[in-house]
């Protein structure tokens, strides 16, 4: 027998009909024999107006309370796949954060997990009880609840099949699993059938969106496969018609590329002229970080002189305004020229092919040099290059890197 | 410096704009000094819409997961509450059940508050800061959410209130107090200043929707004032320009009629011809118990031969196919012939005054016989007489008593 955990998402739980078709998808795993836990997220819309609510209120809203608002939206689709089981003759019932208890760290709207005692909810499973989890919450030990951030019910998910010794975790979005790029951008995009926790946590991170970033690193740290499926196709995860993402090691075949992501809120600050001496960077990266303002990319050239030197990083658009107010009153940087610029994107690919195969940044350079399209950052890690180019060329990028590193559906 | 419970209903909170509204009246009892609690209800229509969800997954719904989804909608603005106070510059937190807790039988969907461990909330309030309660909930034993059942936000009140020794509690609302009879009936309906724990309880019970009979009940029995506010006028409960229900002993003028009540939900069920032996009642009444019928006003007349009588009695509208169902499977009632009528309705006069003064019943039967009323069903208790007549009278009946027993507003 093994233990099962399904994660529904939004639009998988959006109305009432859509609930009661992903409870039939829990029936199917528990007539397997299959004890199995549900994730749910918040009805789509939910949250975004429970959000809307708080911003009416105040602007400058109490992240506790922010919390006991939203954290509402997954609580009520709990108790409707509960009862939507129990419709289907299944034992189930709800579990909000606290009643698990799973419990969080104090970083109200943007929370960690730090431990779930998982030995209540284990009974109830053993009992051939279903447990349907409200995701994207848990609760401090000062007995207040605290939300993971959006899109939080993921790692909710693997979290929970950690603690449990989940064998699979299921997660239902509303795509059929991952694809080596965007379907909206290049046609020929094709679906992933198995990707490693590292090329998945590269893709996340570069803006992939069917997995949040920090489920996937959890994944990995405590080695749970996880399958992205489609909560709108008849298959369920045993049938595993999606995307598995697992270790490298069980991937028989490898792709040098495996996929194209892209980043389309990025801005770019360039700092000019500046003081090229030990602890320059600290000094510009330490107040950015105090100013909450997240620094991707960072690329730093040797200097000619010796003296002054320029760092070119990325910043998400909306962090730009804050990131420029931060540098402005930095005193270390007043002879420094700051120039920003939003209408940049950030292209990366990705693989762990990579770091056996030469030329694959080569490949890279040349394609986007056909079709004219400038280079003005570049960074590499072991298995994905980005560079950043101008916006206007995104879709015209992705396309070509795709077809040029084999990805193309039918080439 | 005294500790004040103010609670807001569903129109009073209906939107962020209406809580923002309730919050400055939250904010004017701070500011005189006083220890404030606050409970809220859901926003109107929020209730509705999460039993909506309810009913459409599953219309033989688990009342514990029931109770998950609807105790959302009081969380949500308790959450938002706090936050609007916050934004008037006022220290103020939100508080579900069971973070306070406030213990629950396990009767879902209508449990009783078992006990309010008020010590910490005590402390909080101590500090300076306004605890914002999300009425209508409360947690069981085993560490499940239950509700109370609708408008138990007011059982809310007035269970915390006694809870934390509270010199009052104001119960704010869409109407501006107790009026001596519905005022969109009869226009001349005043409203009381003054009423008795005992004719409110017997008011709230008849129809007057004002408050929740539970609410009065323990209000009576713990000595909890309570002022009926309008959330839609300037004054504040501090500035009593509403309804007070305290103790017989502190209301000066005693009306020997203070109020005109009905209820139109009634049915009417007459049992003829059956054994007049001892035991008969239990025999009827206790298979309609076990069908959670809710049977009210009970009448049996003293049988003319000994041998059979006749057993009137009501149900609510919506409980008496139930009701027959139970009766006709009754087999001590074989001989019987049942007959029920759901066209009429109830109207009660309450007042303690009518203790003391004699032939306040007869006033009751010569205004209705004047207007050619048939009075199917009459009973009395020592503060209040109810009768059954039909529904189509009701309008009638309900203005020439407020009338006959001088409570016109202009008269």
Chains 1, 2 share one sequence.
């Not at 959000?51 to 309370?65: G, H, L, N, Q």
């Not at 939300?147 to 993921?154: E, I, K, N, P, V």
């Not at 064998?167 to 509303?174: A, L």
Request: proline share 2%; aromatic share 4%; with cysteine.
């Amino acid at each position: 027998m093994s233990i099962i955990v399904m994660k529904f998402g939004g639009t998988s739980v959006a109305d009432t009909e859509r609930i009661q078709r992903a409870a039939s998808k829990v029936a199917r795993e528990v007539a397997l024999g299959n004890q199995v836990a549900v994730i749910v997220s918040a009805m789509s819309g939910v949250t975004n107006k429970l959000v809307a609510y708080c911003d009416e209120i105040s602007p400058k809203y109490d992240k506790r309370e922010y919390d006991a608002v939203v954290s509402s939206g997954e609580n009520i689709t709990a108790g409707l796949m509960a009862m939507a089981l129990q419709e289907l003759e299944i034992d189930a019932r709800s579990w909000q954060g606290w009643q698990v208890p799973i419990l969080c760290s104090e970083a109200h709207g943007k929370a960690r997990i730090e431990d779930i005692d998982a030995s209540k909810m284990l009974r109830h499973l053993g009992r051939g009880q279903v447990a349907v989890l409200a995701g994207f919450q848990g609760v401090t030990e000062r007995e207040r609840i605290a939300t993971l951030g959006r899109g939080g019910s993921d790692t909710t998910a693997v979290a929970l099949a950690a603690a449990l010794g989940a064998d699979r975790c299921d997660i239902y979005t509303d795509v059929d699993g991952v694809y080596t790029t965007d379907p909206r951008i290049a046609k020929a995009a094709r679906k992933i059938n198995k990707i490693s926790y590292e090329e998945m946590l590269e893709l996340a991170s570069l803006g992939a969106k069917v997995l949040q970033t920090r489920s996937v690193e959890m994944a990995y740290k405590r080695d749970i496969p996880i399958q992205v499926l489609s909560s709108f196709d008849e298959a369920i995860g045993s049938d595993l018609p999606g995307t598995l993402v697992t270790r490298e090691e069980d991937i028989m075949e490898k792709h040098v590329v495996n996929g194209v992501a892209y980043a389309k809120d990025a801005a770019k600050i360039t700092l000019f002229n500046i003081p090229d001496t030990p602890g320059i960077a600290a000094e510009v990266f330490g107040p950015l970080t105090d100013a909450e303002v997240n620094v991707d990319m960072i690329v730093q050239n040797v200097s000619e002189d010796g003296k002054v030197t320029d760092i070119t990083f990325t910043v998400p658009e909306n962090e730009l305004e804050a990131a420029l107010q931060s540098l402005n009153a930095n005193e270390k940087l007043k002879g420094a020229e700051i120039r920003s610029n939003a209408d940049v994107v950030k292209i990366s690919v990705v693989g762990i092919g990579m770091v056996s195969h030469a030329g694959v940044a080569q490949t890279m350079f040349r394609t986007l040099a056909d079709k004219s399209i400038n280079i003005q950052v570049i960074a590499t890690s072991e298995i994905k290059i980005s560079v950043i180019i101008d916006k206007e060329y995104l879709e015209l990028a992705v396309r070509a890197l795709h077809t040029a590193y084999g990805l193309d559906a039918y080439n």
